[in-house]
C-alpha cells in the first residue's frame, strides 16, 4: 500500500513537473545554431576562439534568466553542429539549422572563406549573420550583396596598415632600414595580405629583400627562416596561420633572427604561443592585441577562465564575445524572435559590449585591434581603430630569455 | 649547399620516421592503414599531454608510448582487422575493407583526441640552436634523425638477420608460401602490423617536439607516409628510408635555391616520375 501510495505520489509530482517544463519550454526557449570546425585543419583556431566564447555567453545568459524578448524570459538553446573545416558540409548543415532544428537565430561561421561561402544560405533564411573571424576588403561589395550580413573584426587593409604604421615609425627612429623580408602562407588569407602588404610597403618606400610564400603544413621551414636570416633585413613581416606561425617563431629562435620588428600574423595572440615560448618571444609583433587593462575586458578574461577553463586569446576573442552580445541586446531591444527586426535594429542602434561601444555603418563596425605584440607574458594591442589603450612598441632585442 | 645537406637529412629523419610504421602494415599485414596518421598524432598528443601536466620529458614518452602503441595496434589487429583479413578473397578485396575500417577508426581517433585537447600541442623541447658542420639546426630534429637512424638501423639488421624477421619478410613476399614452410601467418602479420603502430606513435612522440601539431592534422602525414612507402616499394624498409632521403633533401634543395612554395610541387613530380618509370617502387619487387 505505501508503495503504491508513493508511487502515485512520484508519477503525480512527475506529471506536474513535466507540465510545468512543457510549458517553460514552449513559452521559453529560443533557439541559437552555431556551425564551426571542431575538426579539420581550422579547428586549432575554432576551439580557442570560437567555441569557448558561445559557452560562456550562453551560460551566462541562461544563468540569468535567459533573454527578455518582449517581456517574456526566454533561455538560450544552443544547438551545435561540427563543419569539420569543410564549406560544403557546413551550408548543408546551416540549411538542417533552419529547416529541420528550425532555430531562431545563429552564431556566424569561424573562418574568412566559411563567412562569404555561408553568406547566400543564411541570407536566404534571414538570419542576422554577425562576423567575426573573417578579414577581407570585399566588405561593401558583400554587405551590399548580403544585407543581413555584417563584419566587426577589420579589414585586410587595416591589418596591412597596421603592420605598416610600425615599419615606418621604427624606420623613422632609426630601428630598421629600408629592408624587410615577407613571407606569406600559400593559401587565400596569405596570399590576400601579402599582395596588399607588397603595394603598401613599396609605396611607403620599403624593399623587400625577401619575399617567399610556403605551402601550408610545410614541415620544415628552416630554409625560409635562413633564407630571411640572409637578406640581412632587420624588419620581418609573415602573413602566416597557425601551424606556421609557432614553426617561424621556432625557427627564429633556433637561427637567432636578428632583428629590431618581427611579426607574425594569426596565432602569434593565442594564450598557447606564450605559453610554448615563453620570454623568447618577447616582444614579438602579431595580428590583434587587446587592452586587458580595460576593466570590462578584464572581467571578460576573468569569466572566460573561470567558466571555460581556458584563457581568452588576445585578439578575436574579445570580438566573438561582443557580436554575441550585440545579437543579446539587438534581440531584447527590438523584443521580438522576427529575424528582419532584429537586423534592421542591428544596423539602427549602437551596442555596449566589451569592446566598447559599437556602431554599424553600412553593415561594417570600425572598432578593432589589428596589431599587438608580447610584452612581459600579455599580448598587448599596440594599433588599432576605433580602440584606446595602445601601447607604444617595443624593440625585439634578441631570442633569449 | 652544406646547409641544404645538413637541413635536408634532418627533414629526411623526420619523414622516415613518419614513413616507416606504415611500410611494416602495408607490406607485411597488408593493411593500407588510413589511420595511420592519427596514430602518429596520438604519440604526439602523449607527449604534450605528459610534457604539459607532468614535465614529462618527451624523451621519456617516446619509451613509454612503444609498449602502450605496441598493445593497442596489436589489439585493433587481432580484434578489428582479422575479420576483415578472414572473408576477404584476395588481395585487391582486403585493401578496399582495411581502407574503409581503418578510415573510420581515424574519425574515432580524432574525436578522442579532439575530447582531450582540442587546440594546439603547441610546447617547446629541446629547441636549443647547434650546429652542424657549420650549419645551424636544432637539437630536437638532431634527436628525433638519430631515433629514426637507430629505429632503421634496427629494423633493417632484424628483419635479415633474426628468425621472425626473416618469417615477416617472407610474409611480406607470400602469404601463400609462407604458409606452406610453415610460417604462423596471422601472428607475423599481427607482429608487423603492432610494430608499425608503435614506430609510427614514436615518430609522432618526437616529431611533437618540433613541428606543432593538432588533433586534425594526422591526413597529412598519412598521405606524406604513403607517397613514401610506394616511391621506396611496399614493404621495403630500404626503400622507405631512401625514399624518405630523397624527398627530405629535395624539398630543402628547391626551398633553399628555388622558391618555398615549390616544395610541394616538387615532392610529387618526383613521385609522379617514379610511378611512371619505377611503378613497383625504388626497392620494389614486380608482383608477379
Redesign the interface.
Known sequence: MIRRRLFNLAATAALAGLALSGAAQAAEVIKLGAIAPKTGPLAGGAVVTQWPNIQLWVEQVNARGGLDVGGTQMMIELIEYDDKTNPGEHIKLAQRLAEQDQVDFVVAPYGTGFNIAAAPIYGRYGYPMIAVSAITDKMDELTERYPNLFFTLGTTTAFVDGVKEILVEQREAGAIGNEIAMVNVADAFGIELADRARELFTEAGFELVYDKSYPLGTPDLSPVMKGAKDSGAKAFVAWSYPPDSFGLAEQAIIEDLDVSVYYSAVATSFPAFGDAYGGKINNVLGAGGTNVDDPAIAAYRAAHLDVTGKVADYWASANTYAALQILEQAIEGAGTKDKETVTQYIKDNSFDTVMGTLTFENNVSHTFWSVGQWQDGVFRGVKGTGVEGAVPVRLKDGWVE | ML??LV?GL??SG?YALVAMGLNLQYGVARIMNLANGEVLVLGALAAFWLFTTSQVSPLLTVILVIPVAFVGNWLIYRFLLTPLVRRSKNQGQLEVDAILATFGMSFIL??IM?SIE???F???YL???ISILGS???LNRLVAFLIAVAIGGALYLWLNHTRPGVAVRAVAVSTEASGLVGINVPRMSALAFALGGAITAVGGALIST????????GV?FTMKALIIVIMGGVGEIRGAIVAAAILGLV??AV??LV???L??AAAYLIFVLILLFRPQGLFGRVSS
Not at chain 2, 618540433?210 to 592534422?217: G, H, K, N, Q
Open positions: 646547409d641544404i637541413s634532418l627533414l623526420t580524432i574525436g579532439v582540442g587546440g594546439f603547441a610546447y617547446k629547441s636549443e640552436p645551424t639546426s636544432s618540433f613541428i606543432t601539431l593538432d588533433a586534425s592534422i597529412v624539398e630543402t626551398a633553399t622558391d618555398p612554395g616544395t610541394l
